[in-house]
Every structure is written in structure tokens, then in C-alpha cells.
Nanobody, 126 residues
Framework: QVQLVESGGGVVQAGGSLRLSCAASGRTFSRDDMAWFRQAPGKEREFVAVIRRSGDSTYYADSVKGRFTISRDNAKNTVYLQMNSLKPEDTAVYYC???????????????????WGQGTQVTVSS
């Protein structure tokens, strides 16, 4: 059974930091591109960041560039999202996702991803 389990969400004040983790099981995720998306109430799910299966390339949404860092540990089947300088507009449910056909140029599209976690809530207070 394929599973992605996110953790690390919580409530933080603006300017603070959080580190999200996504633990994968049930398949060899080292072969997959891994991404983070987020969804705020009343809004569509949006791309946050992606890391290629080798870990040598990363891409970010403009809204988080310079503040968030995505990384992975293939030996642990885990992906991380370090979030610094958090803003109230970062408040959302954050989802981890895996793309089993890696290398796509449309990494920002949720439709590209085959496996999803259940999400973890991040709330940034002003």
C-alpha cells in the first residue's frame, strides 16, 4: 500500500519557521519527483515546490522563493519543506505528492502527481 504521511504543521507567528516532513512507503520514491502543494480555504490547490528524484534540481512558486527550501533524503524515503519568514498568506493545508513519471516540465500541475498525502495544517498568525 502506497502511503505519503505529512507531519510538522502547526500554528506559528508571522516571521517564524516550520519544517514539514513527508514520509513515503509502499514504493521506491527515490525514482519519483516529489512536490509540495498547498490549499487555503476557498482556493484551489497550488504548487509550492518540487525536487527532482536525484535531488539536484528544485523549483519554487514565486510566492515562496527565497523563504522555503525543499529537500529529500532518499535513504529515508522522506521529503522536507523548510519554511522561513512565514506570512499569514502562507496559511493552508500542505500536501506532499509524488510523480511516478519524473522529469516533466509541468511540475506545477497537480494533475501530474499520482500519489498524495492527507495534508498537514499550517496556520500563520499576524
Amino acid at each position: 500500500q502506497v502511503q505519503l504521511v505529512e507531519s510538522g504543521g502547526g500554528v506559528v507567528q508571522a516571521g517564524g519557521s516550520l519544517r514539514l516532513s513527508c514520509a513515503a512507503s509502499g514504493r521506491t520514491f527515490s525514482r519519483d519527483d516529489m512536490a509540495w502543494f498547498r490549499q487555503a480555504p476557498g482556493k484551489e490547490r497550488e504548487f509550492v515546490a518540487v525536487i527532482r528524484r536525484s535531488g539536484d534540481s528544485t523549483y519554487y512558486a514565486d510566492s515562496v522563493k527565497g523563504r522555503f527550501t525543499i529537500s529529500r533524503d532518499n535513504a529515508k524515503n522522506t521529503v522536507y519543506l523548510q519554511m522561513n519568514s512565514l506570512k499569514p498568506e502562507d496559511t493552508a493545508v500542505y500536501y506532499c505528492a509524488a510523480d511516478s513519471t519524473p522529469g516533466s516540465t509541468i511540475y506545477y500541475s497537480a494533475r501530474k502527481y499520482d500519489y498524495w498525502g492527507q495534508g498537514t495544517q499550517v496556520t500563520v498568525s499576524s
